[in-house]
């Protein structure tokens, strides 16, 4: 019992703390500090934050992508076995045909009058039956004189078909007047180089054999010296000759053409 009231008596004249403002402060501050030291569970470091970031990123990317379809081997062997139809070609065929009308009509049609076609091919199909064995034949022959050549080893240089243009412009009045004259035979400057071409290669190959001599010039001015555009005579003499030398290399050119076609295998279909 003394005891009993010595503690009472003891705890009775114990000084009380006393609560005040700047004490709750301190403890509040207190249990703060007490709180961060200890790592919560709910929280992430920012390491597991950077790892949580990727994971749902890639997520997302694997969601946008397509997805692999899965095919069974039947379905891989019907597709192997499969060959388009007929009618699938023809389709694809007249689909592009209208295509390429549409894009070069001109291929397909000349002209139109009233809206009424005339197609290419009738147009080439006349020309063909009218001047078919004509042109044909103009063909054959220069093929056989350029064979000819080539087995000489001659050749014409642009340079050469130029030069003899231009004489032919000097001697019909110039190159308005050549143009005027091609323009009536129906042909262009492009089939006069081409003629000429065969031409030159005629004289390179027979030229030699076509010599004129000056008692045969001196009997063509006498007989001809009014229709001779030159008045000296010196010019009168070279005319003379010019024109001599082509009339011997045009009767050689017959007699050496027919040579060479009846040595050439023509075949015409």
Known sequence: MARQTKKIAATETAPKK?????????AAATNVVAKRGRPNKAEKTPVQQKTSYLQITKSRLAALSPK??????????????????????????VIALALLISYEKSWFVAATVNGSPISNYSLLDRMNKQYRSQTLNQMINEKIIADAAQKQHISITPAEVDARITELEGNVGGPQMLDSLLSQQGQTREDLRSQLEILLMMEKMY???????????????????????????????????????????????????????????????
């Open 18 to 26: 006393r609560i005040t403002k700047k004490n709750t402060v301190a």
């Open 68 to 93: 692999k379809v899965k095919f069974d081997k039947k379905t891989l062997e019907n597709v192997k076995r499969y060959r388009p139809s007929k009618v699938v070609y023809l389709g694809v065929l």
């Open 207 to 269: 030229a030699n054999e076509a010599s004129v001599s000056a008692a045969e010039v001196n009997q063509f001015i006498t007989t001809n010296k009014d229709q001779l555009t030159a008045t000296d005579s010196a010019g009168q003499i070279k005319e003379a000759t010019n024109i001599l030398k082509q009339q011997k290399l045009n009767q050689i050119y017959s007699q050496k053409f027919q040579e060479l076609k009846q040595q050439s295998q023509v075949q015409i279909f």
